[in-house]
């Protein structure tokens, strides 16, 4: 059942004109792509996609590439284009580990990551999104004052990610650990699929704002 259901979600998106197909092919050509000399930005591990559409329904002068590894996920994201199709977003089924295959050096103006997966063994503390292993992929596509913005209910994660900071040339800009009470940075912000949820139930959300 399982199996043929990722079947079903794998067809669809080779259908789908929303999906960036060969998104190798497109590094460095993104405004091309788009027609115009807008912003790119990405969020990475987009799951079912409410923020990125959010977003870019809010800002029809900036570009969106969504991000996700899974296409059962991404097929809801699609689903939701369907009803409401925007010009200015698509979106890439990947793993993000390919990223640089993707974009050009400093062609990204910003990225987002929201309720990142914890990987919780130290094993796999390298396939963590705010790691130091993808801070240094984020470094060569992000421009030169471009920014990541992390969202995290998982405070485990979140000590993580700013001790990845340590000895680096990222500082955090800004930073949270409970977003919804902190009237300068929650204003203007986007909840995402688990943010609703996890909020929803009481947990503080933590976030910071990066640059180098
Ligand atoms: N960002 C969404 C939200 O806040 O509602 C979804 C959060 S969910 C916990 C994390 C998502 O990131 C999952 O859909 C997962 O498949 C995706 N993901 C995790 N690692 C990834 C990677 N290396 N590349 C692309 N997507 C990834």
Redesign the pocket.
């Given at each position: 059942m399982r199996l043929r259901n990722v079947t079903g979600s794998r067809e669809m998106i080779a259908d789908n004109d929303f999906v960036i197909h060969e998104p190798a092919e497109m590094k460095g050509k993104w405004s091309e792509f788009f027609g115009n000399d807008n912003p790119l930005r990405v969020?990475?591990?987009?799951?079912?996609g409410?923020?990125i559409m959010t977003l870019a329904e809010q800002n029809p002068d900036v570009n969106y590439i969504g991000?996700?590894?899974?296409s059962t996920?991404l097929l809801r994201a699609l689903q939701k284009m369907e009803v409401n199709p925007l010009p200015n977003v698509r979106f890439i089924r990947?793993?993000?580990?390919e990223i640089c295959d993707v974009f050009a050096e400093g062609e990204v103006d910003r990225i987002y990551?929201?309720?990142?997966?914890p990987w919780p063994k130290d094993r796999h503390a390298k396939?963590r999104?705010p790691s130091q292993a993808f801070l240094a992929r984020y470094d060569v596509i992000l421009k030169k004052d471009g920014v990541v913005e992390f969202?995290t209910d998982n405070r485990d994660l979140f000590d993580f990610a700013e001790e990845e900071l340590q000895g680096t040339k990222w500082k955090e800009d800004a930073v949270t650990y409970d977003l919804h009470n902190n009237e300068e940075m929650v204003r203007g912000n986007v909840m995402?699929?688990?943010?609703?949820?996890f909020s929803s139930m009481g947990n503080p959300i933590c976030k910071y704002i990066i640059s180098r």
């Open positions: 969020e990475i591990g987009m799951g079912k409410r923020f991000i996700e590894k899974y996920v990947m793993d993000a580990e990551l929201n309720f990142s997966d396939r999104l969202k995402t699929e688990y943010e609703e949820k």
